[in-house]
């Protein structure tokens, strides 16, 4: 007997009943194995009033364990030096940011205080502290500062198990091929599995846009999160299933589910394998028209698969990371550092940086005030709004961006651009800093590199031929396209399903942009989500677009498909597409259009 069930609590008949816990799936993959249950392993947290005469010794108590984490941490940063590859780099910046937590952060000088102030022992300052800030953090929901929040969690714990001295529990008599099951893995937990020796793993916390989803993903090891109760639903060494791709976690599956999952398995790996062989092979279409798939990139980590997938470029190297989990803004040198090595990284591909996109639902920590705080924030200063009216904070991005264009092929790309005013203004901008950099003899190229401008406002898409006259090229970001457009939050799971990116008044609004460059005889991308679906492979190009962006996990499903594909064929596709007014017909006629070629 099947249950399908969301956090109730075991009894002894599940132990051989299959039950299908479902969550979030965060990672693709499906890992078949025995479940090794990690306890939660919760600190005791003592707490009692210290006399002021206390205080100092007290205050010396929390310095040393604030000192003995950072020490476990730096060791840990050096271990993930050795890790190669994307889960490295990526656990690389997630332990640098808890050691900047443990410098002079406010969350260290808050709990002093609190220590001087409230006369309470160093743990429970400690965690009356992390508390205070977890409940500020969650008033913005916001999921930067979820992540931000759970790390802050993950650095008080640290230092709490140093004051009471608990020791850490590590992942130690792991049976090879087990899924590891948990209350809730941290990312740099998360970091440690070995996935040679993992098949999976499944928690009840965390969500899809978390660092530990990330970091799943980094490693390719399938993942599903969020199943509450999960748990008390799993003893150690049942046999457990977590799917990746769908989201659940099978436990106790019995014969002809494992056999089904195996199959599913097997077949997965053999795609994939199949997709590694047209790496180097060119995205044409069968009748020989070039298409240049290019990668989008969140965090430099994802650039070695991107290069292992064939991109030709990067088409938006989203540069809001750079921001993110810290209170202080990078400065020039720091920024032109990251970007060098991404450019270097792709070996003299091309590589679009978009300037700074925050605002709306992407806030960061050094900006949280001058960007936040609007009553309609996707409307409010956000994205090339918020750098032009903080100049300081352009000149240093384009200053660093222009610097690291000296060391191969560079676009800029302007974020929410609404006119071409905007492009006017940060074109004068980059002229004034190109002169000063060449004027204090700093390595650039001899002219500034190409500008283009995202097309994600309604207002953008309909004055595309202005902007195609003050652009070098344009890229249509079809996320917030579709979210302007529609007046639907793409955030928000209530209005899902009206979140329609095939919907007729985007995809006029696609058309008319296409159309504008091509007569301006200016490049138009597409970046946007819409763009890493095979199944719109077909009616984009045949919209007149020949440069598709998409998550670098995209792009080999994306170039069969369009190696499939006729020319000829997407126009006659486009122009009945554009004919109808059901949305419903038009999902017919792509679905049929998918079944026949
Ligand atoms: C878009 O809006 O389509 C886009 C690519 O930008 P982002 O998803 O970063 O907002
Ligand atoms: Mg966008």
Known sequence: MKTSTRGIRSSSSDRRREVILRGIGVSQGIAIG?????????????????????????????????????????????????????????????LDAHIQMLGESRLIRGVRERIANDLVNAEAAVSSHVNQILRVFAAFDDPNFTSKGDEVREVGSRLIRNLTRTPYRAFSGIEDGAVIIAEEMSPSDTALLDPR??????????????????????????????????????????????????????????????????????????QRRELARLRDLPAVTRDGLDI?????????????????????????LRSEFMFMNRAELPGEDEQYETLREIVESMGGKPVTFRTLDVGGDKLVGGLAQSAGGSANPALGLRAIRLSLSIQKLLEIQLAAML???????????????????????????????????KRQGVAIPDEPPPVGAMVETP???????????????????????????????????????LYDPRHQAVLRLIQFTAAAGAREHVPVALCGEMAGDPANAGLLIGLGLTELSMAPGNLARVKKRIRGLEFGATRHLADTVMLQTDPDRVAEILAAFEGAS
């Open 34 to 94: 025995p479940a090794h249950v990690v306890e939660s392993a919760a600190v005791d947290v003592p707490e009692y009033r210290i006399p002021k005469s206390a205080v100092a010794k007290e205050l010396d108590r929390f310095d040393h364990s604030a000192a003995k984490s950072r020490e476990q941490l730096e060791k840990l940063a050096d271990k993930a030096k050795d890790r190669h590859g994307a889960a490295g780099e990526e656990l690389g910046y997630l």
């Open 459 to 497: 207002a953008a898409a309909l004055a595309a031929d202005a902007l195609a006259r003050t652009c070098d090229f344009l890229s249509i970001g079809t996320n917030d396209l579709t979210m302007y457009t529609l007046a639907v939050d793409r955030g928000d799971e209530r209005v899902a399903a």
């Open 403 to 437: 610097r690291a264009a000296a060391h191969g092929p560079v676009r800029l790309l302007l974020p929410m651009i609404t006119s071409a005013r905007e492009v006017v203004e940060v074109r004068t901008v980059l002229a004034r800093v190109f002169k000063r950099l």
């Open 197 to 270: 020796r993992v098949a999976g793993f499944a928690a009840a916390m965390g969500g899809a846009e978390g660092h530990t989803a990330i970091m799943a993903r980094a490693l390719d090891l399938p993942a599903v999160l969020g199943i509450a109760g999960l748990a008390g639903r799993v003893q150690p060494g049942m046999t457990v299933i977590v799917d990746g791709i769908q989201g659940q976690v099978i436990v106790n599956p019995d014969g002809a589910t494992i056999a089904e999952y195996r199959k599913k398995r097997a077949n997965l790996l053999r």
């Open 292 to 316: 240049t798939l290019l990668a989008n990139i969140e965090l430099p980590a994802e650039i070695a698969q991107a290069l292992a997938a064939g991109a030709e470029g990067i088409g938006l």
